[in-house]
């Protein structure tokens, strides 16, 4: 359905919530727009929100050209941009990890966690202080 992206420049940080089926068509122009625009700029911390996307469509391959894409595009990404990946469901989950092992040469902190509240917590933000809905669906 969507990609939407929400910066919070007081927080160092851009929310990147997915709702619903993404095409891997969909996911690879959503993320190359993004990446090319002025909306990132490392060392900003991402905050990936897969509550609410249903991860059916996403491939393995797509996920390598991604990584790929980042290296070739973003050489500016060092260790000190934090990426947490909110991912409760299994699939969701499951390729988030693999696309971790996929990226192992984009330098950033790439973490993937299955609750909100421990991924503000390791980005540095108390939930009481983000204006997110961090309630787990």
């Given at each position: 359905m969507a990609i939407e992206s929400h910066v919070?420049?007081?927080d160092n940080l851009v929310v990147l919530t997915h709702v619903g089926k993404i095409g891997d068509d969909e996911f690879l122009a959503f993320y190359n727009r993004f990446f090319k625009s002025d909306t990132f700029k490392p060392p900003?911390?991402?905050l990936v929100d897969l509550r609410k996307?249903?991860?059916s469509p996403r491939s393995a391959e797509v996920l390598r050209r991604f990584a790929e894409f980042l290296q070739a595009e973003r050489p500016d990404i060092t260790s000190h941009t934090k990426v947490?990946?909110?991912?409760?469901k299994d699939l969701s989950f499951g390729l988030a990890r693999m696309y971790e092992a996929l990226s192992d040469?984009?330098?950033w902190n790439f973490v993937v966690f299955r609750a909100m509240d421990a991924?503000?917590?390791?980005?540095?933000?108390?939930?009481?202080?983000v204006n997110l809905e961090t309630r787990d669906a």
């Amino acid at each position: 359905m969507a990609i939407e992206s929400h910066v919070r420049a007081e927080d160092n940080l851009v929310v990147l919530t997915h709702v619903g089926k993404i095409g891997d068509d969909e996911f690879l122009a959503f993320y190359n727009r993004f990446f090319k625009s002025d909306t990132f700029k490392p060392p900003m911390n991402m905050l990936v929100d897969l509550r609410k996307a249903d991860s059916s469509p996403r491939s393995a391959e797509v996920l390598r050209r991604f990584a790929e894409f980042l290296q070739a595009e973003r050489p500016d990404i060092t260790s000190h941009t934090k990426v947490a990946v909110v991912a409760p469901k299994d699939l969701s989950f499951g390729l988030a990890r693999m696309y971790e092992a996929l990226s192992d040469s984009v330098p950033w902190n790439f973490v993937v966690f299955r609750a909100m509240d421990a991924a503000l917590a390791w980005i540095g933000l108390r939930k009481d202080t983000v204006n997110l809905e961090t309630r787990d669906a």
